[in-house]
């Protein structure tokens, strides 16, 4: 028995500790990229009383409007003509209404948040979201 | 190599030296430890815009609430009002009922700050019905 132990350790363990950081490496690398699928350069307000968000809507089309009033979807400048023509595509393609989510600056005017909501209106979508912080880590 | 010690006899379990391995690992814990930072909670308010019908029969169905945001202040029901004052005036109106309808509405310079700020305050106080409008 204690014969067989001694054999076990005798094995040459280099091989699989180089896989083993391999994968921790990997999984450290993959993470990281899912965490920067936010815009960084859109720092949102904070509102700790909102309900926290469980899951994502797959329909869900998100507009983002940073602190100098630009809008952008998906990380690309959109005008609101082009912006309207993407969510009527967006609700031809899915047959109702899609969940509109707005990602504005907490120092972003107004009037650029009202240019993105009439777009909305505009193709019929009365129901929108605003994104904010509920907890800032 | 191996093989010909294991026939010798001689070979113990120190033999192979964990040292450097169990240095660097512990380098790395603390690296990743000491940079990585809580994640953020995300939260999606829900407000709807009034359509020009629903605003007509709204206003004759039930009393709504009107908050205006402006640069430097905020008003409701077209009165000046300070943060401290509208949040309680708001506690004490959500008291009566929950499902009234606030019109929030906002200067064009306004940051969007305020207006998360009022929609975050209706939000605390159980208010679900909650329209943007712009002036």
């Given at each position: ?11 040459n363990l280099t091989a699989m500790i180089d ?119 | ?135």
């Open positions: 028995m204690r014969k067989e132990e001694e054999t076990y350790l005798s094995g896989v083993v950081f391999q994968l921790i490496i990997f999984f450290v690398c993959t993470v990281k990229m899912q965490d920067d699928s936010v815009d960084a350069r859109i720092r949102l307000a904070m509102a700790p009383h909102g309900v926290a968000l469980e899951k994502k809507n797959p329909l869900q089309v998100t507009i983002d409007v940073d602190n100098r009033g630009r809008i952008l979807l998906g990380n690309s400048l959109v005008e609101t003509g082009v912006l309207k023509a993407i969510l009527r595509k967006a609700i031809a393609d899915s047959h109702q209404a899609v969940p509109i989510i707005i990602r504005g600056d907490a120092k972003a005017p107004h009037k650029d948040i009202k240019r993105v909501m009439d777009a909305c209106t505009e193709v019929g979508l009365w129901k929108l979201e605003f994104a904010a912080y509920k907890e800032k880590g | 190599m191996a093989s010909r010690k294991r026939r010798g006899g001689s070979f113990t379990a120190g033999e192979l030296n964990l040292t450097a391995m169990i240095d660097v690992a512990f380098q790395l814990l603390s690296f990743f430890i000491i940079t990585s930072r809580p994640m953020d909670v995300l939260t999606n308010l829900d407000v709807s815009r009034p359509s020009p019908d629903a605003q007509q029969k709204d206003s004759q169905d039930q009393p709504m609430i009107r908050i205006a945001v402006f640069t430097d202040g905020y008003q409701i029901n077209d009165k000046n009002v300070t943060w401290a004052t509208l949040a309680n005036l708001m506690a004490k109106l959500a008291e009566m009922s929950r499902t009234q309808t606030i019109v929030i509405s906002s200067v064009a310079d306004a940051p969007h700050e305020s207006l998360i700020r009022v929609i975050d305050l209706c939000a605390q106080n159980g208010l679900k019905n909650v329209s943007v409008m712009s002036l």
